[in-house]
């Protein structure tokens, strides 16, 4: 979940129904998740208070906390919630200071360091099996540092191929990346703008780019080399990842291939900037981005109308059903049954139910069924990406990297959108923040 994970879909026809039939799942859901709560706090002494930092604020952040009402109705332990955008601060802060919160949510790469610090409690011994019943593997293996299981997701947000159905009249799905940059390549031929692809989010511009770049990256040379880059393994430097770059570059940098051209991307927010997908007329076709994509560009996208997606296709077959995310996860700081009572619950599948049925993001739990989500655009992201055992969730730069490395990679990103031919010495710049 990211402060970019909103999903509203609330507008489309029909909404009052659905408002009424999701308040009445969700209550059925609400009860589930307080008997589930009842039955993970059986012979255990709990009480007090829990103190948990997010990432989430506003709705987001309330939806979360609608979830953890139902641990606190069920074993009296108060969640004291906390929502802030300068989350990675704070918690760093309190641990600085030696006293960190009982349970934070921030990203997999932060989460890893203080891991590996010894600063994070290992939920393996208290979870046992539970969470190999319920998540994607690979998912699991990102978690695990040194052979503990460092923390749970939540909301779950992987990326895709979204279009307007009305405009667009290429492959669908596509057989693979190149199909794309030859059709956007025949399009413009034509006169019709393919891409849509704002860069606009102040200190964050960019990084809609680097994660279509690492899209293209996954896509081609699979999940292994994908995390060795994550971690720092790969380069930046390398012909790997420049060759992602330019492939990035192959599909923006065409005349008439994108909205607004590569410079007019750069300044357009991505508050409105993925609005012409859905305009009337569309002013462009395709968008490689989140599941978030529909709730950003807000009433005027509707499902099955004018909005749906394809998984984003592979440049080499073997490596189609890898798939990136955005996620955050959350993690323990503190030692007490609370705490690790508190993140089974936030794990099991009544609880992620319930966050599923509170239609604003896909849930990261597998077991969750897809009638739960009120959204029939969510339920086929779950059925797409959740209920299909062959997809695999890989972590790479976008959820591992941590401080200087993400502000000069959405700095870098930009620099090379306004001149291609700077795109060595912006690698070289990524780079030196690692070594």
Not at 281 to 308: E, H, R, Y
Request: charged letters at 20%; glycine letters at 10%.
């Amino acid at each position: 979940m990211t402060k970019f994970g909103a999903f509203s879909l609330f507008a489309a026809a029909g909404a009052m129904t659905l408002v009424a039939t999701t308040a009445f799942a969700a209550d059925k859901y609400y009860d589930a998740a307080v008997a589930e709560a009842k039955k993970i706090a059986e012979g255990k002494q709990l009480s007090g208070t829990i103190e948990m930092i997010s990432q989430n604020s506003g709705a987001e952040g309330q939806t979360l906390q609608d979830v953890y009402k139902a641990f606190t109705d069920a074993t009296g332990v108060d969640v004291r919630f906390t929502g802030t955008p300068d989350y990675k601060a704070l918690v760093a802060s309190r641990i600085q200071a030696g006293n960190p919160p009982d349970v934070a949510e921030i990203t997999l790469g932060d989460a890893v360091h203080y891991a590996k610090e010894g600063k994070v409690v290992d939920l393996k011994p208290a979870f046992g099996d539970m969470l190999q019943k319920n998540f994607n593997e690979m998912l699991l293996k990102s978690a695990t540092v040194d052979g503990k299981m460092i923390g749970v997701f939540q909301g779950m947000n992987p990326f895709m191929v979204w279009y307007n159905p009305k405009a667009y009249t290429g492959p669908n799905p596509p057989k693979n990346w190149q199909a794309l940059v030859d059709y956007t390549d025949a399009e413009a031929k034509k006169g019709n703008t393919t891409w849509c692809a704002a860069q606009g989010a102040g200190a964050a511009s960019g990084f809609p780019g680097s994660q279509m770049i690492e899209n293209i990256f996954l896509k081609k040379y699979g999940p292994e080399l994908y995390n060795k880059w994550g971690r720092g393994e790969l380069a930046w430097t390398s012909p790997q990842v420049k060759d992602a770059f330019e492939e990035f570059n192959r599909v923006i940098a065409g005349k008439g291939h994108l909205q607004g051209g590569r410079i007019g991307a750069i300044s357009t927010s991505i508050s409105t900037g993925y609005n012409g997908l859905t305009a009337s007329p569309p002013t462009c076709q395709l968008v490689l981005w989140a599941a978030w994509v529909p709730g950003l560009i807000g009433d005027t996208a509707k499902p099955g109308d004018n909005i749906d997606f394809f998984r984003m296709p592979p440049e080499d077959p073997k490596f189609a059903n890898y798939e990136m995310y955005q996620s955050a996860i959350v993690i323990g700081f503190s030692d007490r049954p609370e705490t690790k009572a508190f993140l089974e619950f936030a794990a099991s599948t009544a609880a992620q139910t319930y966050l599923a049925s509170l239609n604003r993001w896909p849930v990261a739990n597998s077991n969750v069924p897809i009638d739960a989500y009120p959204s029939p655009l969510l339920r086929k992201i779950a059925k797409t990406y959740f209920g299909n055992s062959d997809v695999q969730f890989v972590a790479g730069p976008n959820v591992l990297k941590q401080g200087d490395t993400g502000t000069a990679v959405w700095k870098g990103v930009v620099t090379y959108m306004q001149d291609p031919s700077k795109l060595d010495s912006v690698l070289q710049s990524i780079q030196d923040t690692i070594n």
